[in-house]
Every structure is written in C-alpha cells, then in structure tokens.
C-alpha cells in the first residue's frame, strides 16, 4: 500500500482558508485518495475522495495535479470547529481491501 | 439516521479480565473494520471482515484477540486475558464495496478501555 506522509500538525485562525498537503510518492494506478476527519472523542469521518483534478463538496475541496504524487485538502474559511486531525490515505482497488491510516494532521483553529 | 453502535462506550477492568467489546454495524454494510486508536501508536488497524469473512487480521495479537462476525448484525471483539496494555479506544467501522472508489467507512463511537 502507498505510505503518505503529512504534516503532524497545522495552526490557523478562523476565516481563513487551509491547505493540508499529503505525499503519496509510490501511489499506483488503481488508487484513489480519500480524506477522513477526527474530532476528539469521535471516530474518523469521511470528508472527501479524488483520483484526479479537483473534486469539491460542501466540506471540502480536493486538488490531485497530474503526476498524483502529492493532494493537496483544501478547507475553506475554517472555524473553531474545524479543529480536528486529518488523515489522508491512499485507498487501493484490489481484494486486499485494507485500509490503513497515518498519523494524520493536527489542525488547530484559533479565535 | 444510520449508524454503527458500538458497547461499551467505556468499560475499566482489572488485569487479566475477558474483554468483550461489540459492534452493530449498518444495516446492508458488507465490510466491518476493527481499529484501536492510543496516543503513541495512532489508529491500527486490528481485523476486517468481508460479508461476514475474516479477511486479515494480522493486526491483532493472536494470543489474546480474536474477532468475529456471529451474523450481519452483530460484530464482536474479545481480549482475553487483558493486559493494562490493551488500554485504549476501539473502533468498530462499517462499510459497502471492496476498496477504492466510493468507499467510505462509517465509524461508531468506540469503545473505551482502561486496563487497571
């Protein structure tokens, strides 16, 4: 499987917009990225899921160039209740089915 | 609103206790993960299963875990005996498809451990 490697932690202020880039160097062909969120206390949830280009939701958007080396999580105008961990993860198309999750990225949001 | 449920939300025992956490997963949901989450080692991966199939469980100390599926709607995990290094949250996690595209786990609560 495809390790990724993120930021351990991220501080930002409320209004403003965040980017939390993710490396996937070795990601293959049938992979696709996909975005879970942790508020303490709570299990992950998913955000959002991309193979190529830009996908948007009503959460976030999410930017894949090319060479889908890298994703870049783009959350926008953050509020105190964005603070949360972030993982992305590389999810691979085949009978393994394993799903395995990173450190992921701290996000802290301040007043 | 669907949901996976997860018992205990909390349960503290003494060393050496049989553990038994349980999961009902979504209704219709094919797929059933297992994670324990702790401070240093983050969220690990424990077993999994596929319409009702262990699929891996190489995750799991073999010696005292074992995990199971007794029908579609009923997931357990069982430590015996526990150990104050079992102590952390367990995630039970449901979801539809094999891997890849459109697959999206839906976690409970957890359930948490404390080995005294």
């Known amino acids: 499987l495809a390790k990724t490697t993120q930021p351990i932690s991220m501080d930002s202020y409320e209004g403003q917009e965040v980017n939390i880039t993710c490396s996937h160097n070795?990601?293959?062909?049938?992979?696709?990225i996909t975005w879970y969120q942790q508020f303490p206390s709570q299990g992950p949830r998913f955000i959002i899921q991309?193979?190529?280009t830009k996908v948007t939701n009503e959460v976030a958007s999410l930017f894949i160039p090319a060479d889908r080396k890298s994703s870049t999580l783009s959350l926008p105008r953050v509020s105190l209740s964005d603070t949360a961990v972030y993982y992305c993860?590389?999810?691979?198309?085949?009978?393994?089915?394993?799903?395995?999750f990173g450190q992921g990225t701290t996000l802290q949001v301040k007043p | 609103d669907a949901r996976v449920t997860q018992t205990p939300r909390h349960k503290v025992t003494e060393m050496g206790q049989e553990v038994t956490m349980r999961c009902q997963p979504i209704?219709?949901?094919?797929?059933v993960f297992w994670y324990r989450q702790t401070m240093m080692q983050g969220l690990e991966l424990l077993a999994y299963?596929?319409?009702?199939?262990?699929?891996?469980d190489s995750g799991m100390p073999k010696d005292r875990f074992s995990a199971e599926m007794p029908d579609a709607t009923l997931a357990t995990l069982k430590i015996q005996p526990s150990e104050p290094r079992d102590s952390a949250v367990y995630f039970c996690?449901?979801?539809?498809?094999?891997?890849?595209?459109?697959?999206?786990?839906?976690f409970g609560e957890g359930s948490r451990l404390t080995v005294l």
């Open positions: 996690a449901s979801g539809l498809g094999t891997s890849g595209r459109d697959r999206e786990l839906f």
């Open positions: 070795n990601i293959a062909t049938n992979d696709y």
């Open positions: 991309g193979y190529k």
């Open positions: 993860l590389v999810d691979r198309t085949s009978n393994t089915g394993k799903l395995i």
């Open positions: 209704l219709g949901h094919n797929t």
């Open positions: 299963f596929r319409n009702r199939a262990p699929l891996d």
